[in-house]
């Protein structure tokens, strides 16, 4: 038979493994959203740059219109969104999104994002990036 002292013994010893499993848990979690994340944002970044690359380069043509379709595709994942479509990463914006296009190559990077985890924020200044080179037929 148990004496009184021993009663709240397994009590005790449960509500601290309870505690070291939430935390443990709480990590695991943040560390895999910050992944998912990540990887969600590698693709978009990648399909912006070459998106940008597939436009054509002609005298003329406005590269305002492409940069802006550039940003919205990686945003939202569409480079015409509708006014209700929501970002494919939460606080991501178009004006996290950089474009340089040359005549031989198009790069597409985020600056200034932080991927809001949990418990953490982890500042992603200039990555992910992409880049890809211009088609030939896009040089015209």
């Given amino acids: 038979m148990r004496s009184c002292r021993e009663r709240g013994n397994a009590l005790i010893e449960f509500a601290g493994s309870l505690m070291l499993l939430t935390v443990m848990f709480a990590g695991i979690f943040e560390i895999g959203y910050s992944f998912y994340t990540y990887g969600t ?27 802006k379709a550039v940003r919205n595709l990686v945003v939202y994942g569409d480079p015409a969104p509708s006014d209700r479509t929501k970002p494919l990463v939460a606080g991501l914006t178009t004006g996290d999104v950089e474009l340089i296009n040359s005549p031989d190559a198009s790069t597409v ?30 040089a015209q």
């Fill in 41 to 67: 944002l590698v693709t978009a970044v990648r399909a912006g740059a070459r998106y940008a690359a597939l436009q054509p380069r002609r005298a003329g043509s406005d590269p305002a219109v492409v940069a």
């Fill in 109 to 138: 990077a985020l600056r200034g994002f932080e991927v809001d985890a949990l418990f953490l924020k982890f500042k992603l200044d200039g990555r992910p990036t992409a880049t890809f080179p211009a088609t030939p037929g896009a």
